[in-house]
């Protein structure tokens, strides 16, 4: 039992989900949420990238299997398919109920939030618009978190603008370590049809320009250029990483670390991150 309840929360995507429901709660920090709130904006967030990540495995398991991903405890035969999507619609159904608890426009966004991340799951990401799920999946957090607020407040265009483009650099630095195998399998995403040169000059690219919308919305002050050097920093170390097929994950986890960095600078930004 041990082992299948490890396995069921491997294929949750335990990192990536980490990340985002605490890039969430820094956001409902940054909002001014009082306590409550934000432990609730980081449950609806939680369960919100455990039903896209369960969703994943789920809807991937053949395809896993064929391509040999002993990272995946669905492909290994460590837990079944069905505990996976009866936990996914578990997780689903528990995001959006406590996000109904927050108020229907919190509902809405994450309704928006999570459709992004199942319609990649369910196909979007084999068509060239497989980069719209990340756009609006990423671009929408902030708004979740304004929305939140005891007097909901929509977020300041740049704040969702860097989101988006956050998304878009983590969608490249994801798909690239898979390209020949994703190819194999038909999936023809925009990263699969760019190819992984390119898709890696696309996700440091991205981070660029995240940072250059965050000085340029926020204001230059000493937290804002602080976390751009960082994240520079770690878009020049992503740069060194190799291209080769088979690659390790380390970009897409070095857009997660900027990612974290960014918003962690956010909580400074206070009534900045709301639309004036």
Known sequence: MVRRGLALLGSTHPGP???VTTVAVALGVAAGLDAVRVALVG????????????????????????AGRSDKPVARGAVSVAAVRASALVSLIASLTVALVLGPLVLAANV??????WSYNLGLKSTPLSLVAYLVGFGVLPAIATLARADPAWPSWWA?????????????ANAAPDLEDDARE???????????RRSIALTWLGLAAAIAV?????DV????????MVTLALGLLGLLTPLGRGQTRAPFRLIMLAALVIVV?????????LAS
């Open 221 to 228: 002050t000493p937290v804002s250029v602080a976390a751009a």
């Open 265 to 273: 600078a956010l909580v400074t930004a206070g009534e900045a991150l």
């Open 160 to 172: 969702v603008t860097v989101g988006a483009l956050l998304g878009a650099a983590a969608h490249f």
């Open 43 to 66: 449950v609806v967030m939680l369960f919100n990238q455990f039903s896209v990540g369960l969703s994943n495995d789920w809807l991937d398991a053949a395809r896993d299997r064929r």
């Open 186 to 196: 038909g999936i023809r995403g925009l990263p699969q049809l760019l190819g992984r």
């Open 17 to 19: 989900s980490v990340v």
């Open 112 to 117: 928006v939030s999570v459709a992004a991340g």
């Open 214 to 218: 965050l000085l340029l919305g926020w």
